[in-house]
């Protein structure tokens, strides 16, 4: 694979990316500006997602193309922040034409951060969502504790109390001599994160010394590393994926199936029962139209797989929960 380009997911031509984050609660929201239209896919693999439309995106229904895509925090509660940004992006001029004006398609995943950081009645809204979309540029994509990333939490099987601390984090390449390809994502899984190369926890569920449970020995060895009821939708982690490439629906949809192969890599489980793992892909058609769609997903997972263990290595603890940069001698 090429070198990494500066900027991550913004390095896509036709993508602007902008975060809001809470100031009472470790929450927040992160836009994804389409203005001119894309092309989008969704693979919705965790057992728990918080989605809104994402019906639509199916090969075979009518509407091609998406103006945004927001990822947020708070749980269902999180998806009213798509009202802000559906505002934004009407003030712009954009959306689907109907002979009473523009609609925006703005399809959406939440991931449950409730009471991380503060109060859990504090959740993103509509302002939180216009925020994001006003602080929507192409400059280099901000990375860890911010937008979707702000309350992200890992290792949750243990327990929270036993979780790290999650973030977001984007990364973005160029293949076939000039079509580019981004990743973004925003990891809050209940499971482990491990480096894909050496298999070496990077955050996790903690014992009761502090250092880690491995929940992938405690998996091969055909038991729940938990003394407590299971955690029901308590985490999800959440990708986008965007080329300059021209795409249709089918072809998004495929490539975010792929990307989802970078969370199985770096995330141990990854889309469990308690999860809500879901990767949308974005086409935006502004650069060559003859990439062969399997370069392109095998390039999304590896994409994806980097960008969850650099939103790790981003992320900053909060008040008793660790960050990978708080370890020492690979212990927390």
């Known amino acids: 694979m090429s070198p990494l380009l500066p900027g991550g997911l913004t390095a896509v031509p036709g993508i602007e990316v902008g975060h809001a984050t809470m100031l009472d609660r470790a929450t927040g929201c992160t836009v994804v500006l389409t203005l001119d239209g894309a092309t989008a896919g969704v693979d919705v693999r965790g057992g728990a997602p918080g989605t809104r439309e994402t019906d639509l995106l199916r090969p075979v229904n009518l509407v091609e193309q998406v103006h945004a895509v927001v990822l947020a925090g708070g749980s269902a509660f999180g998806l009213n922040a798509v009202t802000g940004v559906m505002d934004h992006v009407e003030s712009r001029g954009a959306g689907f034409p109907t002979p009473h004006g523009r609609v925006p398609i703005i399809p959406a995943a939440v991931l449950y951060d409730l009471g991380v950081g503060g109060p859990p009645t504090v959740r993103p809204d509509?302002?939180?969502?216009?925020?994001?979309?006003?602080n929507a540029s192409t400059a280099p994509v901000p990375e860890g504790n911010v937008g979707a990333g702000a309350g992200a939490t890992?290792?949750?099987?243990?327990?929270?109390d036993k979780a790290m601390k999650g973030g977001l984090a984007s990364v973005a390449t160029r293949i076939a001599g000039d079509v580019t390809v981004g990743a973004l994502c925003a990891v809050n899984a209940a499971g482990d994160i491990v480096d894909p190369d050496s298999g070496a926890i990077l955050a996790g569920a903690r014992d009761s010394n502090g250092g880690f449970i491995d929940l992938r020995a405690s998996l091969r060895a055909g038991r729940m590393p938990t003394q407590r009821h299971t955690p029901l939708g308590e985490a999800t982690t959440l990708g986008v994926i965007a080329t300059g490439a021209k795409l249709d629906k089918a072809a998004a949809t495929k490539i975010a199936q792929m990307a989802q192969d970078g969370f199985a890599r770096t995330i141990v489980p990854a889309h469990t029962p308690w999860d809500g793992d879901t990767i949308f892909c974005l086409g935006t058609g502004r650069q060559h139209n003859n990439v062969d769609i399997g370069l392109l997903g095998a390039v999304a997972a590896e994409l994806m797989a980097i960008a969850v263990v650099r939103a790790i290595g981003a992320a900053t603890s909060l008040p008793g929960i660790p960050a990978a940069s708080d370890l020492a001698d690979g212990q927390p």
């Not at 509509?126 to 006003?134: E, K």
């Not at 890992?154 to 929270?160: D, P, S």
């Open 126 to 134: 509509a302002d939180c969502g216009s925020r994001a979309a006003r």
């Open 154 to 160: 890992v290792g949750k099987l243990a327990g929270a």
